[in-house]
Structures are given as structure tokens and as C-alpha cells.
């Protein structure tokens, strides 16, 4: 267990629907890091936040969105969804931004747009 | 930021030492490297991280060359229960993150 807790476990929408995804970071991680793995592919960045702020933007769609709140949970939005959104969101959370930094990953959550 | 690129599959037996390479020609001074084991439907799980020569810990080395140019992970005497994918990930300190496609390891009895 790495102390990053996602809900939902799964989540099932529709084509066109939003949903918002939670994590929550480590105890005493500032940092929050989102990531997008499709089926049988590797990783994608999306966006990192740090105390509240953006910090880093990897491959993030227009249609997604995200925020860190002053308890530090983060939620991942996102909108018009799109079959090829089907995939695992990770969370993952560091202490603070240097760059040796670990991050630990949340145990995903498993969206399906059908 | 440096793009990372790793083998898609290799395969062992139990017992045998296995060496993962990933290449990251394009590396920066100050970018650290680290390396991730992932079950199916779990998180990455980190298991070691480097920025020049050797580190090990008590499940991994990594092996850095003097140009950083790539890196390899070494599982010593693996297990059926190493199966799984490994990720190297290059990050620098602009914040910018690069994960490679990830290299899947299956250990057979």
C-alpha cells in the first residue's frame, strides 16, 4: 500500500458525459502527478500540481482538467468523454518537485466510456 | 526533454540474472533516472533510481554509463513472481517527466 488512495476503483459512463476522478497524496506530499495508461500501453503524463499549483503539463486534452485543493486532494475532470478515453488514471505523489524526487502511485481508477 | 526507449518484451527462468537497457540519448545534466515494476490493473511501484554509476538496493542495480546516455536495470536471480512490466522514467528538473513505453518481463519456471 503506498499510502495514495483513488476513488472510484471503476467508474462506467457514456460517450459525452464528464467525471471527476479523486486522489488523495501520501501523508505530507505536496505533490500530485496524474497519468493515463490505455489499454496495453505505457504511461502518459497528463499534469503535475504542487501546493495547490500547476506545476508541469504533459499530453493533457483540452477536455480534461484538473486542480489541487488547500487539503492537497486532487481531481482529475473530464468532459465530453470519448470512447479512447477508456483507460487507467493513476495518481501518483512526492514530497515535494526535486527533481530525485519517488513518486507513489495510487492504484488507478478504471474508467470505461462505452 | 530526453525521449526513453526500452525493449517491448524479454523472457527468463527462474534464477537467472536479468538486464533491462533503456536508451535516453538526449539526456540532461540534472536529469535523474528512476525505474518502476507494474502488476496488471496496479500502480508502478518504484524500485530504484540513479544519476551516474552504480546503485543497488536489496532487489536491483542500476547501471549508469559515464555519458548517462542509457541505463540498465539488473533483477538478480529473478523470480515467477517478477513478472511484470518495467517502466524507466527520465525527469528533469523543469519538471517535465518521460516515461519509456515499458518492457515486459516474463520469468518462466
Known amino acids: 500500500d503506498s499510502g495514495v488512495t483513488q476513488t472510484p476503483k471503476h467508474l462506467i459512463t457514456a460517450t459525452g458525459q464528464r467525471v471527476t476522478l479523486r486522489c488523495s497524496p501520501r501523508?505530507?506530499?505536496?505533490?500530485v502527478y496524474w497519468y493515463q495508461q490505455s489499454l496495453d500501453q505505457g504511461l502518459q503524463f497528463l499534469i503535475q500540481?504542487?501546493?495547490?499549483?500547476?506545476?508541469a503539463k504533459g499530453n493533457i486534452l483540452e477536455r480534461f482538467s484538473a486542480q489541487q485543493f488547500p487539503d492537497l486532494h486532487s481531481e482529475l475532470n473530464l468532459s465530453s468523454l470519448e470512447l479512447g478515453d477508456s483507460a487507467l488514471y493513476f495518481c501518483?505523489?512526492?514530497?515535494?518537485?526535486?527533481?530525485?524526487?519517488?513518486?507513489?502511485f495510487g492504484p488507478g481508477t478504471r474508467l470505461l466510456v462505452l | 526533454l530526453a525521449k526513453t526507449t526500452q525493449p517491448i518484451s524479454m523472457d527468463s527462468y527462474e534464477g537467472q540474472e536479468v538486464n533491462i537497457t533503456c536508451s535516453h540519448n538526449n539526456i540532461a545534466t540534472n536529469d535523474y533516472i528512476t525505474w518502476y515494476q507494474q502488476f496488471p490493473s496496479q500502480g508502478p511501484r518504484f524500485i530504484i533510481q540513479g544519476y551516474k554509476t552504480k546503485v543497488t538496493n536489496e532487489v536491483a542495480s542500476l547501471f549508469i554509463p559515464a555519458d548517462r546516455k542509457s541505463s540498465t536495470l539488473s533483477l538478480p536471480r529473478v523470480s515467477l513472481s517478477d513478472t511484470a512490466v518495467y517502466y524507466c522514467l527520465v525527469k528533469s528538473n523543469d519538471y517535465k517527466l518521460s516515461f519509456g513505453a515499458g518492457t515486459t518481463v516474463t520469468v518462466r519456471a
Open positions: 501518483a505523489s512526492s514530497v515535494g518537485v526535486a527533481v530525485q524526487e519517488t513518486q507513489y
Open positions: 500540481y504542487y501546493n495547490g499549483e500547476e506545476r
Open positions: 501523508s505530507g506530499d505536496l505533490s
